[in-house]
């Protein structure tokens, strides 16, 4: 099972990274590849059970509320960054997500606001894959997903 786990920690971290450049460069990741990896994490947790399934499923309903979010505020996390929550959701459960996502805001939010100080722009516009990105990749190295 370790050797399962390393891998899908390995794909999971080249799936974000190849998302990341493409929310970067085009600001827009197909619903297509988003709903393909819906299916995989289904279907590894499915199979592996690697995780509790309320707590997956709690993972996903921290997604949800972040689609909700998307829907309320017309797109301010956009759609496909509320479907990367919901993915990583699922995948590392509530925990695991929380993780990720209190690193990637705390990120977030220090760039923010050294763009803010620096520039003196009250208006600003970050790709939020990248941050998940490296949201993820801490949480793996220090051992806490």
């Known amino acids: 099972m370790f050797q399962m786990w390393t891998v899908s920690r ?3 971290m080249v799936i974000l990274t190849g998302l990341s450049f493409m929310d970067y460069k085009i ?15 289904v279907l590894y947790q499915a199979v592996t059970q690697n995780i509790d399934w309320m707590v997956s499923l709690g993972g996903g309903l ?6 909700g979010i ?28 929380l993780e990720v996502l209190a690193t990637s805001f705390f ?7 050294g763009f803010v100080t620096l520039r003196r722009k009250k208006s600003l516009a ?12 801490f949480g793996v190295c220090i051992g806490g997903l």
Do not use: Q
């Open 10 to 12: 390995i794909v999971a």
């Open 107 to 113: 990120i977030l939010g220090i760039l923010a606001l």
């Open 126 to 137: 970050f790709p939020f894959y990248p941050f998940l990105t490296v949201g993820y990749l």
């Open 70 to 97: 998307s829907k309320i505020t017309r797109e301010a996390i956009g759609y496909g960054d509320s479907l990367a929550i919901l993915i990583l959701g699922i995948y590392l459960g509530v925990w695991g997500l």
């Open 27 to 41: 600001r827009k990741v197909p619903r297509d590849v988003l709903l393909l990896c819906m299916a995989g994490t």
């Open 62 to 67: 921290i997604g949800m509320i972040f689609i």
